[in-house]
């Protein structure tokens, strides 16, 4: 097998807090092929989003490494990471908040091969940037326009024209759809789609959206405080789903259908507990229908189902 | 817009509703021309885009437009007898919270940070429920907190001790501690994560049927539609487009406003294999030019014509009605039109 693109050993980001650690990231090991999507599922404060910042170096991590190609990027000193900057890219989940308002289209979509010296001349830029907007479907006689002019929707595509700017080969796309109109979302949703047939682009897409994340991603991880719970490939995690908090989130939503069997049932009970100095053991526990003696004491280490299925769960352990 | 033959006693009618938000640089047509009826007890889906009007129409019947920018132009709101829009600001005080109640979207922001939530849902018994003593207002806002599933020990607590799906049951048991007639709930769990939102939907559902409280539901996901209304209308751009019975909006047959059936294209469907997403093109109309037409033609694939020139007129199957030209020219409906001012 050829060296995947991405892969992450045993990947901790903790974060201070004046009452102890608190494990964001907790033990991540991942590989992504090129050309493949990882999706991240988790509801708030499950660590997805710094997973994703600090895959690319944006926050230092605390332990464990991130391999870029097979080679271990957090090693790398700061000129080497500016190189490597162009290879990895993100996209934002607030189209509102994620882009200068004091800067035209052009400049917002130029900004990011100003900072990487891909371009040498204004004319080369100008090309670029009007390349880069009909690549995502941006009209040409928006060039001028601020961000305030432009609705959800075509913020989200500058900001997947700014990272697509600099010609990478990963993007970590942070709920890059949760700010939008259903309608809307569809659009960038397959404008992702079809750049990354185009680009062979590599992608994580992270959201709390499980219907989201199944169009687009080939493998899913779901994460629960910091930890992955389950990962598998796509259609094997929806067909079979094992974990009980990736049952309890799959039943949550509310399905758009009225016939009987769609109805929602067995309400998972009680809120997210806190990431901060956790004990040893299932972090789902206190929340599981099925937790047992098992449960705590001892760390639930991942172990393989099939070929393309791993679950944190003592349910599967004798399997 | 509802047959006479439907259940009588609407606790809402809105009629032929106009609203515009007017500021220096220009008018935003808000809401155009729209009729509606809330009978008691039921609950109404509101569903539509960003945009479409929504809570400009829940803020019309709070009679809660911003002052000075909103307007309310033409048309009538009667809640209970009363017509809100001509409603003096006292008479509109004595309403909200008991007659009429609303959620908002952030839970975060609707509950003052600096007050105890106990003093927070007491406060509105104090208000309307004038005859109460303490002690008995302090019993029922026990046993609201033990309806939302939250211990009557913590009413002492403040907002920031509590989690974003905590806070929201909150004020859910503030807007129903006088049992309104009427509940407008704006995207009520949009800022919750989805477990937390399957809980507090379980509990709205639940108290909605205790008190026997007509809720409108504001919301645009169809998921939560399916799962807690009885009736549905469609907003686009100001208008309702479609209105009807739950089975009506989800059912098979091809009578719907292709707006309706762009939108059931475009969500996610975890129970669908189709690798790719059918959007509807296009954007919303801009709201601040008025339109002779239908105002989804330009996105629409099946617009001629007429449909740019002409409003469309309300088509009636058996109480589930469209706004389409599609449906209108086969003979079998006779439309029930109310043609709004050009």
New interface residues.
Partial sequence: MSTPLIETKHLKKYFDTPRGKLHAVDDISITIERGKTLGIVGESGCGKTTLGRVLLRLIPATSGQVFYDGEDILSYNRHQMNEMRKKMQIIFQDPFSSLNPRLSVTNLIAEPMKVCKTVRTRAELQERVKELMKTVGLAERLVNAYPHELDGGRRQRIGVARALAVNPEFIVCDEPVSALDVSIQAQILNLLMDLQEQMNLTYIFITHDLSVVKHISDNIMVMYLGQCVEYAETNELFKNPMHPYTKALLSAIPLPSIAPEDRMKDIIKGEITSPINPPAGCRFAARCPYASAKCTGQDIPLHGIADNHKVACVLYENE | MDEEKTIANPVLEVSDLEVVYRTDEETVYAVNGLSLKVNAGETLGLVG??GAGKTTLALSIMKLLPERIGFIENGTIILDGINVTKASPEAMRDLRGEVVSMIFQDPMTSLNPVVTIGEQIAEILELHKTTLSKKEREERVDRMLEMIGISPERKGEYPHQF?G??KQRIVIAMALACEPLLLLADEPTTAL???????V??IMNSLKERFKTATIFIT?????????CDKVAVMYSGEIVEYGD??HI?SKDPFHHPYTV???N??????S?????????G?MPDPTIRFKGCRFAERCAHCTERCENEKPPFVDRDGHQVRCFLFAEDGEASSKTEVQAQ
């Fill in positions: 885009e960003t989690s799906g905590m994560d989805v477990t937390i939102q399957a809980q939907l379980n645009h996901d169809l998921g939560i539609v399916a799962q807690t739950l089975r989800f762009g939108l059931f475009s969500i996610p469907n975890i129970k294999d189709a690798p790719r997403l059918s959007p509807i093109n954007m």
